[in-house]
């Protein structure tokens, strides 16, 4: 079965300041990878995914998150954040014939004045 | 933009009592998702639709929760009774079709607790 751990529940970061949030996951079959982010109040939001072809995407709003299949992670990074950052941001995968994601604990990003 | 909507937004219920969600996905979407979301915690699958049918709910927790979508568009989830341990977030999600990489849309959720 399949499994996502999101390494760290909270992360603080000054604005400006780059960031990281990790994600692992496992599967025994060739997986779709998605980083969904939740504002206070409000749904979740498809920020990015990878489905196939270059290991790196990118965002609109400047994240981007590289998949790593010897490592089994797709992290997601930022080089510069902004207060309106701050959000949770949920790490999923999808495997090939089960169309249903699997979603991480999420890391509530908290960016700082 | 489409959005995919839910109702109520807030429920606070007793224990013992039923509860019903509502959602109407995006026009056109073929596939509708039931999630749930703990506290502290990320969503997990209750039922999936394909238009009518189910085609996975080995997630939900058939004795109390019951979930359908007699036409194909909106769709109700049921609990009765509702117990402690119900006390979540309810999230709705639909996607144009099936396949394992199509969008999930999510609406806003319904946020229960059960007193």
């Known amino acids: 079965a399949q499994s996502v751990t999101q390494l760290d529940s909270q992360v603080p970061v000054f604005e400006e300041a780059p960031v990281e949030l990790r994600c692992n996951y496992s599967s025994s079959v060739s997986v779709y990878l998605f980083w969904y982010v939740q504002y206070p109040n409000q749904g979740l939001q498809l920020l990015l995914k990878y489905l196939s072809g270059s290991t790196l995407v990118e965002s609109i709003n400047g994240f981007e998150a590289e998949f790593n299949k010897s490592q089994t992670s797709f992290h997601l990074r930022k080089p510069s954040v902004h207060i309106s950052d701050t959000a949770e941001y949920f790490c999923?995968?999808?495997?090939?014939?089960?169309?249903?994601?699997?979603f991480g604990s999420g890391t509530r990003l908290q960016v700082q004045p | 933009e489409a959005e995919v909507a839910q109702s109520p937004r807030y429920k606070i219920t007793e224990k013992s009592q039923a509860v019903a969600f509502w959602c109407d996905p995006i026009?056109?979407?073929?596939?509708l998702y039931w999630y749930r979301q703990i506290l502290g915690q990320g969503p997990e699958l209750l039922v999936q639709f394909q238009d009518e049918s189910v085609v996975d709910d080995s997630q939900l927790p058939k004795d109390r929760f019951s979930a359908e979508r007699l036409k194909g568009v909106d769709s109700t989830l049921k609990i009765q009774p509702a117990e402690l341990g119900d006390s979540a977030m309810y999230l709705c999600a639909s996607s144009l079709t099936s396949g394992a990489t199509d969008t999930q849309y999510f609406g806003p959720g319904t946020r229960l607790t059960v007193l």
């Open positions: 026009s056109g979407h073929a596939t």
């Open positions: 999923a995968v999808s495997e090939t014939g089960r169309r249903a994601l699997t």
